[in-house]
């Protein structure tokens, strides 16, 4: 085998509650996750010994040493099976970098599930998602896709089986906002201190209304709890939320921001939408989404 390519969708939390920071700094979440269908795309081709990457479409000026998430993620596959082969990774970013949607992580599941074809190694679901969460918080819910609620920071996470279709339209900012500076700041709102322990606002309602397959009542209860801190940092973030939450059934900001996501009523409502918010904001990129879909998969091998 020479070559595997893979792809790993991104994500929006229709609801992230969050905790007063732990002690490890992390903040404990109990979040709603639904993959989307943007995706990254990675090719990995086989070397002897090296890992390398490198990176088109949005991820041009991302690092390509040890701190890219996808060198971390080979490097981490290939420690914990004590192999000695390398990869080159290829890796066509469509999901906006620092934009709240898991590009990153997405990166990292796909090159878990590339590089485990290319290896043949054979590695267990479990066994990913346990190295998956090694390397970030958001990287097993790429591998796993779907729905899933979760809990910790993010990586412990249980699928929901729920017969949902949503239409999104995603407004995407040029500059990203840095995840570490949204959770800081939400703590400085907050006036919280790390402590060893503490209570998370569940998601059980919205958990309910997906199962139910209820829309109007999923929209209602869309909910992230990092909105006023994200808001606080990039003011003008505020001004488009409310803009654009009449616009649809309900707006959130996905994840830690700044893209700011549209639940519209069917998919001719968001394509609709989508049109005319292009039209408004020329700035802005505007992604269509749709979701639920699959996690990372591997769509070709050589
Ligand atoms: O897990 P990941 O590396 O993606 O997290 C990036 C940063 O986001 C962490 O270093 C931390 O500052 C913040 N974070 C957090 N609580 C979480 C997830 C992430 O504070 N549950």
Not at 13 to 31: E, K, M, Q, W, Y
Not at 111 to 126: F, K, P, R, Y
Request: aromatic content about 4%.
């Amino acid at each position: 085998m020479h070559k595997v390519f893979a792809t790993a969708p991104g994500k929006v939390n229709l609801a992230l509650r969050v905790g007063p920071p732990r002690t490890d700094s992390f903040h404990p979440l109990d979040t709603v996750f639904e993959a989307v269908d943007v995706y990254e795309s990675v090719s990995a081709t086989f070397d002897r010994s090296e890992i390398s990457v490198t990176m088109s479409g949005k991820g041009q000026d991302l690092p390509t040493d040890e701190q890219n998430l996808a060198v971390k993620a080979a490097m981490a596959l290939r420690a914990s099976f004590g192999g000695s082969d390398g990869v080159h990774l290829e890796i066509d970013k469509r999901i906006p970098v620092a934009g709240g949607m898991a590009g990153g992580s997405a990166d990292a599941a796909a090159t878990l599930v590339a590089c485990n074809e290319l290896w043949e190694l054979e590695a267990s679901a479990d066994e990913l998602l346990e190295i998956a969460a090694s390397i970030g918080s958001d990287v097993p819910f790429a591998l796993m896709g779907g729905l899933a609620h979760g809990v910790g920071r993010g990586e412990r996470l249980v699928p929901i089986n729920a017969d949902v279709h949503h239409y999104w339209v995603m407004i995407t900012a040029p500059d990203g906002l840095s995840t570490p500076a949204v959770f800081g700041e939400f703590d400085q709102i907050m006036g919280y201190r790390p402590v060893p322990e503490a209570l998370v606002p569940d998601t059980r309602d919205l958990q309910r209304a997906l199962a139910a397959g209820n829309t109007s009542e999923i929209a209602s209860l869309l909910i992230n709890d990092l909105e006023e801190p994200a808001f606080s940092l990039r003011p003008g973030l505020r001004a488009l939320y409310k803009a654009v939450k009449s616009r649809g059934m309900a707006a959130i900001l996905s994840g830690s921001g700044p893209t700011v996501a549209v639940l519209a009523e069917s998919k001719g409502a968001a394509d609709q939408l989508a049109k005319e918010l292009a039209t408004e904001h020329p700035d802005a990129g505007i992604l269509r989404a749709n979701g639920p879909v699959a996690g990372a998969r591997v769509t070709e091998v050589i």
